[in-house]
């Protein structure tokens, strides 16, 4: 795995990068709010040692980690949807197995939604289509202006470290929360605010998705932290009306991070499913070598 710097759009992306990049077909990890890259490395680290050709792709979005966060930028779901279509297609890479969390679901379901033939399977991690969900208490908070704008000012390192506490009883380690609160920085901040004023219900916003994604019926997991705050563990077994889905993994003691606060039960669950998505591409591609 490598460190590498991304541009699509114009735009600059931070990214994790691992495996045969001359292979077409890879897992393509998307964080969400606050997330970055960096929420995949024990992951993505796991694929490796499995597989070492299996090809990985995780960026920074804009106005996440230590990607560009212009003002300007189109801080909407499809505004999202679009720069990792651009970032996909920069790459090469025609068939695709997501891996979603967070707002990192509705930015890549609303480009699966619109590039169906290259979408190979999705992992979802605390997200998926959620016809009926409403937003969660901080959400509110940051939809409107003014609170908003305040809360943001007055969000300080000991302020969200005590707000991630709520519902991840297993806690988030030390080096990961420093890292989210350095990139948590002014651009963020406006990053946050817009996108979600920009998106009023992602209710229906899934409802829109399911009418291309559910026909498809393509190869899911589902794994989600039951005690996530945000999204409800209710949502999980929703799945399987949208998705052919395998294997959902409810995780008792995780919350909203279950790829951070249970990394050794994500792999578990979350490596064997991507081998077994990407064996014949691995297996054809060594074949090519051969």
Known sequence: MEQTTLSAGGLRSPALIAGDGAVDEAVVFVHGNPGSSRDWTGLIEQIEQVEPRARCLAPDLPGFGRADKPADFDYTVAGYAK??????????????HL???DFGGPWGLRWAAGHLAQVASVTLFNIGLMPGYRWHYLARIWRTPVLGELFMAST????LKLALRHGNPRGLPEAYFDEMYANYDKGT?????A???NTSDLGALAEQAARILAPARLPALVVWGACDPYVPVRFAEVQREF????RVVRLEDSGHWPMIDNPAAVAQAVVPFLMQQLGCAVATAAAGKA
């Open 195 to 197: 996108l979600y004023r």
């Open 156 to 159: 300080n390192r000991p302020g």
């Open 243 to 246: 998705f052919a889905v395998e």
């Open 189 to 193: 901040r406006r990053a946050i605010l």
């Open 83 to 96: 720069q990792l279509g651009l970032l996909i297609a920069a790459q090469g890479i025609k068939r695709v």
């Open 99 to 101: 891996v979603l969390h």
